[in-house]
């Protein structure tokens, strides 16, 4: 009997270990999902021939801008920057006008150590567009990034064409998010030493609360994407697409929360396609009549 304890005892720790082990694993990944990048010579994030500060919503934001044509507002996600743009960056600049700035606290942006909510994020970029004369332009935006082109076209909406956003949330709980990633974020926020690192999981871990009637004032046209093994719930993001009437939707297949990354070629030609092409919403139903 004893020996059969021993045993079971032996078989949990190991199960606690893998798992213990696999946590970290995930931790680290989705952690740094927003740096994810490919392997790349360019200095975009530390490029001075194309980088400034603008003077912006009592904080200095920088940015970087390549490329000539139509205006792109490019925007990462939580704790990423420039640099984790870079294959959009790359891949857009040659068609338009691309404009990438660090968000609050995030790379070169000024951090003013004050709370961090996504409505001033969502202000610095409004005075930012107006800094730089663009009254509208097309917005692309990756998770956090995604959650600001959002609130862009529903606080702001003179200033969007047309936004296309991957992994964005408009709650921060479980209906949205998750469960094993909600947990583990918690986790940080109670145990990092790191006090930029609390403030960026602080801010996910409360925010975004947008409620479904302000998605219904969106009139710009919107692309919803997501990876159909995304951080973002498969059901949240299709509450987002029923709630946003000039909405298309895109469940990228065999892609995780890095589907833009994953699978450039593809994210791009979507993307693209969305940008350059008329808005169209026709239905099945619409043929037959």
């Given at each position: 009997?004893?020996?059969?304890?021993?045993?079971?005892?032996?078989?949990?720790?190991?199960?606690?270990?893998?798992?213990?082990?696999?946590i970290i694993i995930l931790i680290v990944c989705i952690a740094s999902f927003s740096?994810?990048?490919?392997?790349?010579?360019?200095?975009?994030?530390?490029?001075?021939?194309?980088?400034?500060?603008?003077?912006?919503?009592?904080?200095?934001?920088?940015?970087?801008?390549?490329?000539?044509?139509?205006?792109?507002?490019?925007?990462?996600?939580?704790?990423?920057?420039?640099?984790?743009?870079?294959?959009?960056?790359?891949?857009?600049?040659?068609?338009?006008?691309?404009?990438?700035?660090?968000?609050?606290?995030?790379?070169?942006?000024?951090?003013?150590?004050?709370?961090?909510?996504?409505?001033?994020?969502?202000?610095?970029?409004?005075?930012?567009?107006?800094?730089?004369?663009?009254?509208?332009?097309?917005?692309?935006?990756?998770?956090?990034?995604?959650?600001?082109?959002?609130?862009?076209?529903?606080?702001?909406?003179?200033?969007?064409?047309?936004?296309?956003?991957?992994?964005?949330?408009?709650?921060?709980?479980?209906?949205?998010?998750?469960?094993?990633?909600?947990?583990?974020?918690?986790?940080?926020?109670?145990?990092?030493?790191?006090?930029?690192?609390?403030?960026?999981?602080?801010?996910?871990?409360?925010?975004?609360?947008?409620?479904?009637?302000?998605?219904?004032?969106?009139?710009?046209?919107v692309l919803l994407m997501s990876g159909d093994r995304d951080a973002i719930k498969?059901?949240?993001?299709?509450?987002?697409?029923?709630?946003?009437?000039?909405?298309?939707?895109?469940?990228?297949?065999?892609?995780?929360?890095?589907?833009?990354?994953?699978?450039?070629?593809?994210?791009?030609?979507?993307?693209?396609?969305?940008?350059?092409?008329?808005?169209?919403?026709?239905?099945t139903l619409d043929y037959f009549k």
């Amino acid at each position: 009997m004893k020996s059969m304890f021993l045993e079971l005892k032996r078989t949990e720790r190991t199960i606690y270990i893998k798992m213990k082990r696999n946590i970290i694993i995930l931790i680290v990944c989705i952690a740094s999902f927003s740096g994810f990048t490919q392997p790349s010579t360019n200095s975009y994030g530390s490029n001075p021939e194309a980088g400034n500060y603008a003077d912006v919503n009592g904080i200095k934001v920088y940015y970087e801008i390549y490329g000539s044509g139509l205006p792109l507002l490019i925007l990462h996600g939580n704790g990423g920057s420039i640099r984790s743009q870079s294959p959009n960056i790359d891949y857009f600049k040659a068609s338009y006008k691309v404009i990438a700035p660090d968000l609050r606290a995030h790379g070169k942006t000024e951090d003013p150590g004050d709370s961090l909510t996504y409505n001033d994020m969502t202000k610095d970029i409004n005075d930012l567009l107006d800094k730089l004369g663009i009254d509208s332009c097309f917005v692309l935006g990756q998770s956090d990034g995604g959650i600001i082109g959002l609130k862009l076209a529903m606080d702001y909406p003179k200033k969007v064409k047309k936004v296309a956003v991957y992994g964005a949330n408009i709650q921060p709980d479980s209906t949205a998010i998750q469960n094993a990633l909600i947990e583990w974020g918690y986790n940080i926020i109670e145990t990092t030493k790191d006090m930029h690192q609390k403030r960026l999981y602080t801010l996910m871990k409360y925010q975004p609360r947008i409620e479904a009637s302000k998605l219904r004032t969106i009139k710009a046209p919107v692309l919803l994407m997501s990876g159909d093994r995304d951080a973002i719930k498969l059901q949240h993001t299709i509450e987002i697409f029923k709630n946003i009437e000039n909405s298309n939707l895109f469940i990228m297949p065999g892609a995780t929360h890095f589907g833009g990354y994953e699978k450039a070629d593809l994210f791009h030609n979507v993307v693209n396609d969305f940008f350059t092409k008329p808005f169209s919403k026709i239905s099945t139903l619409d043929y037959f009549k």
